[in-house]
């Protein structure tokens, strides 16, 4: 897996992952070494041999996490073992369920994912200028797909971070929506706001850098459009979304265990009890199957269901 380096400045390098782990960002200068996001848990020795790489025997002195989802926070424990002397900073509003270790408040239970346990030392605060690796980063509130997120923007650049809240062909799934919030209007406003910022490269939390932001925002505005007008299109986008995860996680999963991990998992049960409850849950279950296995995304072998990628 090789890191991305096209056409981003100095002292900025992007490891693109796939859609089990998020993005990750490595800014180095001034004597400094940041680390934006770290992964899933699973691919977090990866991770550090490609920072080990990078910094070629020199420490990492912060970790960053744009927000606290499994795919974006797996790999901070793994980093801090590594690295004894490291800052982890993590976006604000859940300081405290990180404190309690409060797998139930951090959604890491109920999205059925796990994420080994860590600790922050402080959280970043939207508003605030951070004078990292020599550069000026401002930090951005961005609720929509995570009512906590933020998104980091370098002036002299122009380049953004941009987490989930806008990638190439999209945005993250709107998280507070599958919990009976409205948080549309959430995702309009963070768009609103990075189509303010006008960045000349956004490096997204999944997929591969871009510079062709309008396009993408327009992209954007036309998903979070569908969804305003069809929200089960969504809610279904989600249950499809938590599905595959897993099984990206897993690669193969014999189906009565797919069953139970379903029936286990609050979200997917919470989701089936109030908008899919005229099918059974395994039902329910077999028609995401189905779509993503029309869609290419994994293959139906008799008992076993295996990820395409």
Known sequence: MMPVSTQLPQGVH??????????????QGDGQAVLVDSGYHTHAPLLLDLVHQQLQGRQ???????????????????????FPALQTWIAPGQAQAVAQWDAQGLHFASTGQHCPRFAADRTLQPGEHLAL????????????????????????????????ALWENGFGVVFPELEGEDAFDAVGATLDLIARLEPRLVIPGHGSPFVDVPSALARAYSRLD????????????????LVKFKLLELQTWPLAALYQWAANTPYICALHR??????????????????????????????????MG
């Open 60 to 82: 990492l002195d912060v970790l960053l996490n744009t927000h606290l989802h499994s795919d974006h926070c797996g790999g901070n424990a793994a980093l801090a073992a590594h």
């Open 14 to 27: 992007v490891f693109e992952r796939g859609w089990l782990s998020s993005n990750s960002v490595l800014l």
């Open 133 to 164: 690796c020599g550069q000026s980063w401002e930090v951005h509130a961005a609720p929509g797909h995570d009512p906590h997120s933020v998104v980091l923007f370098a002036p002299s650049t122009g380049v953004l971070v941009s987490a989930d």
């Open 274 to 307: 109030q908008h899919f409850a005229d099918m059974s849950l395994p039902d329910c279950i077999d028609g995401v199957l189905t779509e993503l296995a029309s869609a290419g995304a994994l293959r139906l072998e008799g008992g076993l269901v295996r990820d």
């Open 226 to 241: 569908h969804f305003r007008r069809k929200p089960m299109s969504h809610l279904r986008y989600g249950l499809k979304v």
